[in-house]
């Protein structure tokens, strides 16, 4: 840097040192030319570039292998349909002879307690003694309880006497 350079930096320098007033500090803002960008005019859209018979050969493949592909799944959801529809109608016969069951043991004690009233009421017995004979059949069967398992006798401790 030459000495004109020196001088004018630390005039400005020394300037800021002083105090300024508001007043005299005036800000000047420089307009900003935006810059004009020129339209290009479209051009004409390139050729694709022709694909190599190696290209072509792979994406024929390519093809080939995505119709195989989607015959396969198609096949498996199928086989999974039929699975589970025959998977639904075994279930459904399972209940339904459940409860053709269930149906056939309500109609058989339907019957049973018929012929108790039936029976009863040609006896002309009292009203008491009849219930006491409903209730009797009426009640669940009692669990049979298991004889209690026979608890094995602690063995005697042996003690062992060691002289040192």
Same mark, same amino acid.
């Given at each position: 840097?030459?000495?004109?350079d020196l001088e004018v930096l630390t005039e400005e320098v020394v300037e800021e040192e002083q105090p300024v007033?508001?007043?005299?500090?005036?800000?000047?803002?420089?307009?900003?030319?935006?810059?004009?960008?020129?339209?290009?005019?479209?051009?004409?859209?390139?050729?694709?570039?022709?694909?190599?018979?190696?290209?072509?050969?792979?994406?024929?493949?390519?093809?080939?292998? !995505?119709?195989?592909?989607?015959?396969?799944?198609?096949?498996?959801?199928?086989?999974?349909?039929?699975?589970?529809?025959?998977?639904?109608?075994?279930?459904?016969?399972?209940?339904?002879?459940?409860?053709?069951?269930?149906?056939?043991?309500?109609?058989?004690?339907?019957?049973? !307690?018929?012929?108790?009233?039936?029976?009863?009421?040609?006896?002309?017995?009292?009203?008491?003694?009849?219930?006491?004979?409903?209730?009797?059949?009426?009640?669940?069967?009692?669990?049979?309880?298991?004889?209690?398992?026979?608890?094995?006798?602690?063995?005697?401790?042996?003690?062992?006497?060691?002289?040192?």
């Amino acid at each position: 840097m030459s000495q004109e350079d020196l001088e004018v930096l630390t005039e400005e320098v020394v300037e800021e040192e002083q105090p300024v007033s508001e007043d005299e500090c005036i800000q000047v803002k420089k307009p900003v030319k935006k810059p004009i960008y020129k339209k290009k005019e479209p051009a004409e859209p390139k050729p694709k570039r022709e694909r190599t018979e190696a290209q072509k050969k792979a994406w024929e493949k390519c093809l080939a292998n !995505r119709q195989k592909n989607r015959e396969d799944r198609k096949k498996i959801q199928d086989e999974d349909a039929k699975l589970l529809a025959e998977y639904k109608k075994q279930l459904a016969k399972k209940t339904e002879s459940k409860i053709v069951k269930k149906a056939v043991g309500i109609k058989k004690k339907q019957i049973v !307690r018929e012929a108790e009233i039936d029976e009863i009421s040609e006896d002309e017995t009292d009203i008491e003694t009849v219930k006491e004979i409903i209730k009797k059949r009426r009640q669940p069967a009692q669990k049979k309880q298991l004889p209690p398992k026979p608890q094995p006798e602690p063995e005697p401790q042996k003690m062992v006497l060691t002289f040192f």
